[in-house]
């Protein structure tokens, strides 16, 4: 089992939409995925059409209580989800005040063997939540914008990497991910060009180009946009970016299952 955070104190980089198209890619690889939303926006539970959610469904039982064990995750398009929902926050309170960092590591632990790959979905802050998605991670996943100060979020990831290694020494960072890329912008391809300066090869996605019309869309049908738009080319940038996290992380993907998950 993988676990991954993807995290980036920059807002609107693409975090949640990594998490919910690279899981959907993976889950449709034959793969046994689950997402969990850490984020009070609640944009991953409700991009995938979900808008139900009690608090005990989220993640706040476990860090409420040692004891408690992970909510049963929801079903959604193949994958588990655990959800999130607006008062999240205060779950983020209680996790500063407790000695809760190791409440995930210790419940996925428990469950090891169920899933392949675990994908966890920060807030655009590196706060409690995501400081004990990252304890309980093998890697971390860094979407970086390469619009206007996109590249200025690599500090702020490098410094979170080294208090994090403190508890897990075996954190590593497997891809940084250039996101909303416009190739005819000047500065966007000054950005990408120092993230190629700065980033070794092996660890640089290739460039997620910016498609605002296929991924706001899905994200307002409640789907990932490969089973909005299966054919399109936003299809063909996801299909491309799991394959090189899939590399990344070591892990296989096998044939596609050709359904939409639904089942
Ligand atoms: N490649 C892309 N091209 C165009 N728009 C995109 C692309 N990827 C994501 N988006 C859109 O950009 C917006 C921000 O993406 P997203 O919410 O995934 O970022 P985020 O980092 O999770 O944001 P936050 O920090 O608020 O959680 C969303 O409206 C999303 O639909
Ligand atoms: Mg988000």
């Known amino acids: 089992m993988k676990v991954l955070t993807v995290v980036n104190n920059a807002g609107g980089v693409g975090k949640t939409s990594l998490v919910q198209n690279i899981g959907y890619e ?8 689950m997402l969990i939303d ?12 979900i808008f139900e959610v009690e608090e005990e469904d989220t993640l706040h039982p476990i860090v409420a209580s040692k004891k408690a064990p992970l909510p049963r995750p929801k079903h959604v398009h193949g994958m588990d989800l655990i959800p999130s929902f607006w008062d999240l926050g205060d779950t983020e309170k209680i996790a500063a005040t ?3 960092r190791d409440a995930l590591r210790d419940r996925l632990t428990e469950l090891h063997g169920q899933w392949d ?9 590196m706060g409690q939540l995501t400081t004990m998605a990252a304890i309980a991670s093998d890697f971390l996943i860094v979407p970086i ?3 206007l100060k996109g590249v200025e979020a690599l500090q702020g990831v490098t410094k979170f990497l080294t208090d994090i290694r403190n508890y897990n020494p075996k954190l590593e960072i497997a891809m940084f991910v250039p996101t909303m890329f416009d190739g005819r912008r000047n500065s966007d391809k000054e950005a990408y060009q120092f993230m190629q300066e700065q980033i070794p090869a092996n660890m640089l996605a290739s460039p997620v180009p910016e498609r605002l019309k ?9 789907k990932p946009v490969t089973l909005y738009a299966p054919h399109s080319p936003v299809a063909e940038d996801v299909r491309r970016l799991a394959a090189e996290i ?4 070591g892990v296989e993907l096998g044939v596609r299952t050709g359904t939409d998950g639904e089942a």
């Not at 993976?26 to 995925?33: I, K």
């Not at 850490?38 to 059409?49: E, F, P, V």
């Not at 899939?246 to 992380?249: C, F, M, N, R, V």
């Open 117 to 125: 790959v675990v994908l966890f979905d920060s807030p655009p802050a």
């Open 246 to 249: 899939a590399a990344a992380i």
């Open 38 to 49: 850490g984020d009070r926006q609640a944009n991953l539970t409700s991009w995938n059409g």
């Open 145 to 147: 914008s390469t619009r």
């Open 214 to 222: 296929f991924w706001d869309a899905a994200a307002k049908e409640g």
């Open 98 to 100: 407790l000695e809760l």
């Open 26 to 33: 993976f889950a449709q690889a034959g793969l046994r995925v």
